[in-house]
């Protein structure tokens, strides 16, 4: 299967429909244009026809692979299903044409909503306060490690606080975000059990260190038991812990970074609170903070004041500013909002319980083929790696690849960095267990494959328009710009 881009479709002289009509006789642009500034050749568009262009296009999205068409196990990003209801309100015209510099008198429904939003995630997550304008977790990251940096720099110890540690499991974002802050790294082993190697952190803590960032249940999918040591242990030495929320669908309702001894956090709304994501459109990433940063929070709360609600205007210059333009992407927040609020706190817990379910009943009937690097009860999610593939010369990318032809979207590989050869799954709640069944077959049918006809696995996809590339040739000199020579 081969497919033509839009250029190699083009035929000299073929067009779509234009409207002929004289009033648009004044967008002849180009004689109002400066002589030196215009392209002396024509510039090389493709000539297609209106049921070509069509065609071309809705083509190239049914190649599309999402949770919309398929079971899209990628752990870590928590693929579920997003319901239709919130597309539907999202679209009503007050939520959707609202100007963001609209007076709030024109607007009391929506901060309403703002509000009230920061409030139940403040409940959910155990923290004092929310601010909602980050728009996405990494960011999120940036704006909490900021409000640690803006804390010390109070108290006078910004330059002697200039480290900020994270475990060896932590998602990319978090190393990355803490550089980007101006803080060095430092990265604290796991132990055998996948927590955090209590003695190893004893020994890199001291004046140094700003902060320590992590998520738990980490991104081994694994709960560490000795969270409230840890965090004694940051304290005393003076130091905040940064909780990245991105596994909240493991424990609403259940447990809170709050009473875990947090001080800041982000929680992706477009993960556990169902806001289609992957595609690079807005996210949100909103922050809760404890009692001792509010005063260094972005420029950008709803708060009530009498029966009215106003964005909160008398910021004291401790803070850390703006980080958007306006207030960060509302209609992500308004998803949030519907979910908590359809499902409401039982619900809620509801969705963690069948998360970690659907999790181990997954991880439990793939373990007689593929090799669970720790055997322990998982929460949301969970690693598997090639170790019983292997003599058959097959890796991770090999078996991620083979589950395309099966009609998957494949799993994240080779991360977290610690485990060799990582296939990482998480299902979701939204899974049924017919799905879940079919999948596992399909994981068996590879695996069998493997020891049967290894070229199989080895040389997948055969489904896709493309098949195996170079990736490190692709990631090297990638070429982002077609040419017809090229062909
Ligand atoms: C997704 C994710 C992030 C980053 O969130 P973005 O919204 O993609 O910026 C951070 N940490 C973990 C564990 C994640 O899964």
Redesign the pocket.
Known sequence: MSIKNIFEKSSPGRKAFTLQNESFDHFQIDKSIDKSLLRETKAHLPEVSELDTVRHYTGLSQKNRGIDNQFYPLG??TMKYNPRIHEEICMTHSFANIHPLAPSSCSQGNLHIIHELQEMLSTLSGMHTFCLQPA????GELAGLMLIKAYHKNRGQADKKDTVLIPDTA?G?NPASAALCGYKVKTIRSNSRGNIDIEHLKENLDESVAGFMT?NPN?LGLFDENILEISSLIHEAGGLLYY?G??FNAIMGKCRPGDMGFDVIHI?L??TFSTPHGGGGP?S?PIGVKENLIEFLPYSKVIKKGEKYIYQKDFKDKSIGNLMPFGGHFLVWLRAYIYIKLLGLDGLKDVSENAVLNANYLMRALTKDFHLPYDRSCMHEFILSNKNQKPYHVQTKHIAKRLIDKGYHPPTTYFPLIVEEALMLEPTETESLETLNTFIEAMRSIAKECVDSPDVVLKAPHSTPVSQIDEVLAARQPKLKWTPSST
């Open positions: 870590s990003c996405a977790g990494a960011h998602h974002t998520t991104t990245d991105a596994n992706n477009h993960k996210g990433g």
